[in-house]
């Protein structure tokens, strides 16, 4: 669902080669990494509700397990394709290492507009691709989670499903995560992207004696799961939201916006009305002027002069063509891949601080990863519990990203490669994937043995 023609492959490949030549990594593991260990491919074909047949295609990447089971979302939308779904594998591998949780790397779509399914065909759908899938997943193979346009509903069919295929005894609860409460989902699953990302944008900023965030303002690309849930935190934080969109457009709200009223006036329409206003500072939404907002492309809202940038959309939205004209100092990516590798290159001769997608998107995952290990022991955690765990683990990753640029120099997404594939290295090389240069497969200097 890349807009631009560039692929999001080549942007993951690009990277890990030109990280892996400077930090002097195993060729080896760079060769493994650079493909996928399976790609499924299904066909699902689909009884509509008027009796006809349309055929549906589903994919599963499973790109690496070398740290532990597969770990990756599955979305559903229309322009989903293997290439895209590959990178997203691999971007799951990196980041299960940069939070050094216990997973490979995963991910999984179906090439559907899930709007125009009416909700029976879309759980016919749901379950089906599970079916297909057979034996691919479950708790300790791979482990699917909502992406975009999938939510806990679709978890819960899922989960439904897979228990009807594998009993009991298939631990079916601990083979999705993202599930909703009722069904062993976790507390603080729902907001753990965006509540991860922001624990990072803070503590990113602290490292920067930057902790008084009074007028710091921004704008975030994307009003789903992700965006809505770190704009409304970030709102109760004390930063200050301009603008915010969603596929059709956005609104940009120059003295900062009401985010809470948006998430409910959203909530009941269905989606964003960029035409009427909601102003912070109490003004009432339905009294609020003309000058209070105004609505903003998806483009110029990329444009807009911000201290925070914030895509939490879709891939390849700051590219060459449009980086010039990106005004804010920080890019948090909560989106996957929303950076093309040149725009990157442009953003850092700028000084501007991109915080990569593979550390600030990792919330979703780490919290994850706590439903999984909270389904295994069959004992729950408060939401508090969770949030205190996640906190800790984002600012950790950040302060060993932080370390990794001093240390080794270049931009946070080249020290955030550094630390994944260091950790990726060094479970390849104790598992004999690659051997350790210089000495035999178990550890001994040739010739010394
Ligand atoms: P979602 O389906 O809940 O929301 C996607 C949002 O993006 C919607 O507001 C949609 O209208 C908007 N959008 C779609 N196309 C757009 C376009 N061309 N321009 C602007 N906005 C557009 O999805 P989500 O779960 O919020 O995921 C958003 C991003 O975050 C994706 O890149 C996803 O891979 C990434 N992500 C999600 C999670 C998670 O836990 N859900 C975890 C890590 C990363």
């Given at each position: 669902?890349?807009t631009t ?9 690009t ?7 400077s930090?002097g ?5 760079l ?6 260990q399976?790609?499924?491919q299904v066909?699902?074909?689909l009884e ?6 349309e055929i549906f ?5 499973q790109?690496?397990?070398v740290r ?8 559903f939308?229309p322009?989903?394709a293997?290439?895209e779904?590959?990178?997203l ?6 980041k299960t290492?940069?939070v050094d949780?216990?997973y490979g790397?995963?991910?999984?779509g179906i090439?559907?507009?899930p709007?125009d399914?009416s909700?029976?065909?879309l ?10 899938l ?9 482990i699917?989670?909502?992406?975009v346009?999938?939510n806990a509903?679709?978890m ?16 079916a ?6 599930k909703?409460?009722?069904l062993?989902?976790?507390?603080g699953?729902?907001?753990?992207t ?6 990072v944008?803070?503590?990113y900023?602290r490292?920067?004696?930057?902790t008084?965030l ?5 704008a975030?690309?994307?009003?789903g799961?992700?965006?809505?849930y770190?704009?409304s935190?970030?709102?109760?934080a ?5 603008a915010i969109?969603d ?8 003295q ?6 948006m ?13 009427v ?5 109490g003004?009432?939404a339905v ?6 907002c105004?609505?903003?492309?998806n483009?110029d ?16 939205q700051?590219?060459a063509t ?20 040149a ?11 991109v915080?990569p ?13 706590f ?8 004992l729950?955690w ?16 950040t302060?060993?990203?932080i370390?990794m ?11 955030a ?6 950790r990726?290295?060094?479970?390849m ?11 035999d ?7 010394n043995?």
């Amino acid at each position: 669902m890349a807009t631009t023609t560039e692929s999001p492959l080549d942007s993951f490949l690009t990277t890990l080669d030109r990280v892996g030549a400077s930090s002097g990594t195993h060729p080896d593991v760079l060769k493994l990494m650079r493909k996928p260990q399976r790609i499924l491919q299904v066909e699902l074909p689909l009884e509509r509700d008027d009796g006809s047949l349309e055929i549906f295609h589903g994919y599963r990447v499973q790109h690496n397990d070398v740290r532990g089971p597969y770990k990756g979302g599955v979305r559903f939308h229309p322009h989903v394709a293997l290439d895209e779904v590959t990178a997203l594998a691999a971007w799951m591998t990196l980041k299960t290492a940069v939070v050094d949780i216990p997973y490979g790397g995963a991910k999984g779509g179906i090439t559907v507009d899930p709007t125009d399914l009416s909700d029976r065909e879309l759980q016919r759908l749901s379950r089906m691709f599970v079916e297909r899938l057979g034996t691919a997943i479950g708790p300790n193979r791979d482990i699917p989670a909502p992406d975009v346009n999938t939510n806990a509903q679709i978890m819960a069919w899922f989960t439904d499903e897979y228990s009807r295929l594998h009993g009991e005894s298939g631990h079916a609860e601990a083979a999705f995560t993202g599930k909703p409460v009722v069904l062993g989902g976790s507390q603080g699953r729902e907001s753990a992207t965006g509540r991860g990302g922001l624990f990072v944008l803070l503590e990113y900023l602290r490292s920067q004696d930057i902790t008084d965030l009074t007028g710091m303002t921004i704008a975030v690309q994307g009003f789903g799961n992700v965006g809505s849930y770190f704009a409304s935190l970030a709102d109760q934080a004390g930063f200050t939201i301009v603008a915010i969109s969603d596929a059709e457009g956005g609104t940009y709200h120059p003295q900062g916006a009401d985010i809470s009223q948006m998430v409910t006036a959203r909530n009941q329409a269905g989606k964003l009305d960029t035409n009427v206003c909601y102003p912070k500072l109490g003004v009432e939404a339905v009294g609020a002027t003309q000058d209070d907002c105004e609505p903003i492309s998806n483009e110029d809202l990329l444009k807009l002069e911000v201290d925070i940038l914030v895509p939490a959309a879709i891939e390849n939205q700051i590219t060459a063509t449009n980086v010039a004209d990106i005004k804010a100092k920080y890019v948090l990516e909560l989106a996957n891949g929303p950076t093309t590798p040149a725009a990157d290159e442009s953003l850092a001769k700028r000084n501007v601080s991109v915080i990569p997608d593979i550390l600030a998107n990792a919330g979703g995952v780490t919290v994850s990863y706590f439903e999984w290990t909270q389904n295994l022991q069959n004992l729950y955690w408060s939401q508090d519990e969770v949030n205190t765990k996640l906190e800790a683990k984002m600012k950790q990753a950040t302060n060993e990203i932080i370390a990794m640029q001093k240390e080794g120099g270049g931009t946070l997404r080249e020290a955030a490669y550094r630390l994944a594939i260091k950790r990726i290295e060094a479970a390849m090389l104790l598992r004999g994937w690659a051997h350790p240069r210089g000495e035999d497969s178990v550890g001994h200097v040739n010739g010394n043995t």
